[in-house]
């Protein structure tokens, strides 16, 4: 079994390998110059009693230790002159408003010593390089580096296929190649015309004069005819091979120039496919057993795919990478939003964010092998110990109050949830049960079906928009309207499952109305009254800055963690499948 190579002796970082204490594992260079990247702490930290374990880094509460770090990063961010980037934190900015994802990572030297790295994800400034940060795994953005003078040449070819396909020489090539073919068309058609015009004639020669001749003399005239037709025949055989030519010899013209274009892109693929397999060769990822591992290997192993744009370039692989080529025992570490939020995705300035899940998380989960981490909270049941109140039942239905942090039906990793609780209770119950399902975090109203009918009958009022649903939420903020519509499209963010992101193109309709119900300590309480059902939905559309601009408090996913998500389903409105009569159920906010 292997042993990671970092351990503490006395306080003091050593290695399983050495015989004594002081032994040390070298991934790479001795400390030295390029540890000017390693900071200390400005104030005391020695009170403060280091995590036994590394930072999970999908879902957690940042340590103490990273906090100060993070607060040491921010306040250079504020006062730094060392690069110029509009955040959109002020008016002074110029160009195009970009927040970032920053990160820190604690880490303690051989000697003992306790500082931080940082780092960005993706370039800041147009640069890779400032010496406040760890680099990135590879520069791409280094003159000197092979990337963007093979780069310069595959812009090239894009540059010269873009100029021969806007060339007046190929517009005007296509566009007598379709004149040429409608003039051979006419030419065609005209001359179909004119020999239908002789058939019909000959037909009305062979009636009429094989009545009035005698049979040898129709026999000459039935051979003329024959040779006449021949004759139509041969004429449209000729100018059908002359059309066949001068559309022929214009497709010449135009498959040339398409030939070129053809042939500079496959240039383009080849070079461009070349350069992305030399790309991913650089992209070597060291984890806490010395084993290094690059980008392509990782994402065939992990997921059997191609590992997606951007992969490496996120703040934490980069800080582990760091640490580990310079002999630097990982902590814990944080990563936190600075600046404006993207237009399509929920980021808060200052904000703490996990680790993004398609890009990072096949990287670190080969980085992190030989630390001990944290338990993932995600494959703890958070519903152990907690009962579910049944606030209605008859022979059709099952209403519940589910508590928050309580999975509806049963997830990949957790199978306890309202479906199998109340499987497990009503044992005879064969046929289907959810109707609608809450977010795990949401508290609140549940329907479930006893039967087939019950549960279709529930579900089509559902579709057709005529349930009654209530929510209540706790806003973080104060928000200027007192009512009003939300209409922000959504779908999943594919880079970071479960996250949603507002998607005008691709992301389907999302609708909910609010109304302001009370000002609570500089927090607003508000009921959603939500017209269409998608993932996160009342979530987002309090976060977003095209939204309420509000996250809802406790909500770990687009505003700031608490003891829990303060969203409630208090009220719902159906009429029932048996007696056909309207029932409504409601529910005091448990906050």
Not at 68 to 89: P, R, S
Not at 388 to 414: M, Q, R, T, Y
Not at 528 to 550: D, E, I, M, W
């Amino acid at each position: 079994m292997r042993s990671s190579p970092f351990v503490f002796c006395q306080n003091k970082l050593s290695s399983t390998d050495g015989d004594a204490c002081t032994s040390y594992v070298s991934y790479g260079p001795r400390l030295n110059d390029s540890m000017r990247r390693f900071h200390s702490f400005t104030t005391d930290v020695s009170h403060i009693e280091k995590p036994q374990k590394f930072t999970f880094p999908f879902y957690y509460e940042p340590h103490a230790l990273s906090i100060l770090a993070t607060n040491e990063l921010q306040k250079y961010l504020k006062e730094q002159d060392d690069f110029v980037h509009n955040f959109g934190l002020d008016e002074r900015g110029e160009g195009l408003v970009i927040g970032k994802m920053f990160g820190v990572l604690v880490a303690e030297t051989h000697s003992g010593e306790i500082g931080f790295l940082a780092a960005c994800s993706g370039k800041l400034a147009g640069r890779n390089q400032h010496h406040y940060f760890v680099p990135p795994i590879f520069d791409m953005l280094d003159e000197d580096g092979f990337f963007l003078k093979e780069e310069s040449t595959i812009n090239q070819l894009n540059r010269e296929i873009e100029k021969l396909e806007a060339s007046e020489e190929l517009k005007s090539a296509i566009a007598d190649l379709e004149k040429t073919n409608e003039t051979a068309f006419a030419k065609l058609a005209e001359m179909r015309v004119l020999h239908k015009q002789n058939k019909a004639e000959r037909k009305a020669v062979r009636a009429n004069q094989k009545i009035a001749l005698e049979e040898m003399k129709y026999k000459e005239v039935e051979t003329d005819l024959i040779k006449q037709s021949y004759r139509d025949q041969h004429e449209f055989d000729v100018l059908k091979a002359l059309c066949k030519l001068d559309v022929e010899q214009a497709k010449f013209v135009v498959d040339q120039f398409r030939q070129q274009i053809a042939s500079l892109k496959e240039s383009r693929k080849q070079k461009s496919a070349a350069l992305q397999r030399k790309l991913f060769d650089q992209y070597q990822f060291l984890n806490a057993y010395r084993e290094n591992k690059n980008v392509l290997d990782i994402f065939e192993e992990a997921n059997n795919i191609m590992p997606p744009a951007g992969a490496g370039e996120c703040a934490a692989p980069k800080l582990l990478q760091y640490a580990y080529q310079n002999d630097l025992k990982p902590v814990c570490m944080a990563e936190f939003w600075w600046g404006a939020s993207p237009s399509s995705e929920v980021r808060k300035h200052k904000s703490f964010y996990p680790a993004c899940r398609g890009k990072c998380e096949p990287i670190l989960g080969h980085m992190l092998q030989g630390l001990e981490l944290d338990k993932n909270p995600l494959l703890q049941n958070p519903a152990v110990g907690k009962d579910l109140e049944i606030i209605f039942e008859d022979e059709h239905l099952i209403v519940i109050n589910k508590p928050a942090e309580f999975l509806s039906v049963p997830g990949i990793h957790i199978q306890d949830s309202v479906q199998r609780r109340i499987l497990t209770r009503n044992p005879e119950i064969t046929g289907p049960l959810i109707i609608h399902r809450l977010d795990m975090s949401t508290s609140g109203i549940l329907v479930l079906a006893k039967h087939k009918h019950a549960h279709q009958f529930i579900q089509d009022q559902f579709i057709r928009h005529k349930v009654q649903k209530r929510y209540t939420a706790l806003l973080d903020g104060l928000i200027t309207h007192t009512k009003g519509l939300v209409d922000l499209p959504l779908r999943v963010d594919l880079d970071d499952r479960p996250r949603q992101v507002v998607c005008y193109e691709y992301g389907k309709a999302a609708q909910t109305k609010f109304e302001v119900v009370n000002i609570e300590n500089g927090k607003t309480r508000v009921h959603y009254f939500p017209l269409t059902g998608r993932t996160h939905q009342l979530r987002v559309h309090s976060a977003h800055k095209l939204g309420l601009n509000t996250p809802i408090v406790g909500d770990d996913l687009y505003g700031t963690k608490a003891n829990r998500l303060y969203l409630h389903a208090g009220f719902i409105s159906f009429v029932h499948p048996i007696s056909l009569k309207v029932i409504e159920f409601e529910i005091t906010d448990p906050f």
